[in-house]
């Protein structure tokens, strides 16, 4: 039964490797660094790859950029090969260790201060009033993408479970009243993980709009209700749907996706 949601998860995951992996291959590609480039995946060879190591190290010299397009490209070349669409074996193709010391050179992002999580969780939960209320100014993807930045504050859930959480996800905590369980699907953890989140009587300081994780997690369920039926097979057991404000295609049904989480929370900062 969850067979289609799995292979959706691992399109969704194809398509978000192919964003930064495969366009900026293809650019290097077609820069004439490689006398004959390939034709078909399976056209690979480790010179091929040694070569674009080498052209983005220097067109991006800094090294973090350069090793994040290499490991979006390295890691669809990894999936091309799962579903036979590259032949050769990933350990002649692929080469080892193309940026040693990486992480001497680069520096991770600071974690947000208390001051600006709270700054940021104030800024969310004005829209969330907004949303209540009938008057928030966003688009779907957008009252979608602040409901689950505060599911994922409330919850310490990463990006991908949290994006392909179904519409089951909550249910109640086998002993303690107020405790809600969420169920969620880590791929790589190889299974289900469970988090206990804390249904309280938190309100908005101005209107009796509850703020906490279980009730923002209810009212996303609410809003995409009425989108389920008209969802495709493949996304109507998620909880992010909106209707697609692309012109022309108002009336598709869709389910936020990295990218466009990545877009929203953009317009919302």
Not at 21 to 26: K, S
Not at 58 to 64: E, R, T, V
Not at 234 to 245: A, D, F, T
């Amino acid at each position: 039964k969850s067979m289609p949601h799995k292979v959706f998860g691992a399109v969704a995951t194809l398509i978000g490797y192919s964003v930064n992996g495969l366009r900026f291959f293809l650019s290097f590609l077609g820069g004439g660094s490689v006398e004959s480039p390939p034709t078909t995946p399976n056209g690979l060879t480790k010179r091929h790859l040694e070569r674009y190591i080498s052209w983005l190290k220097l067109k991006y010299p800094n090294g973090s950029t350069a090793k994040n397009y290499y490991t979006s490209f390295k890691s669809l070349v990894i999936v091309l090969a799962d579903y036979g669409f590259v032949e050769t074996t990933t350990d002649d193709l692929l080469p080892p260790n193309p940026f040693p010391n990486n992480s001497l050179s680069t520096k991770d992002a600071d974690p947000l201060t208390m001051g600006e999580m709270q700054r940021l969780l104030g800024a969310l939960k004005s829209d969330l009033v907004a949303i209540h209320k009938g008057t928030f100014l966003g688009n779907g993807a957008e009252a979608m993408a602040l409901m689950l930045l505060i599911r994922a504050a409330r919850s310490g859930i990463n990006t991908t479970p949290l994006l392909e959480m179904t519409r089951d996800a909550l249910k109640p905590h086998p002993f303690v009243p107020n405790l809600r369980l969420i169920t969620t699907i880590k791929r790589r953890g190889k299974g289900a993980q469970s988090k206990a989140i804390r249904q309280t009587s938190l309100l908005d300081e101005y209107s009796a709009i509850p703020l906490d994780g279980v009730a923002v997690l209810n009212k996303a369920l609410e809003i995409s209700q009425p989108l389920v039926p008209l969802a495709s097979e493949e996304i109507r057991s998620y909880v992010w749907l909106y209707r697609s404000g692309q012109r022309g295609g108002e009336n598709n049904i869709v389910s936020l996706t990295a990218s466009a989480l990545y877009i929203s929370s953009k317009s919302i900062c």
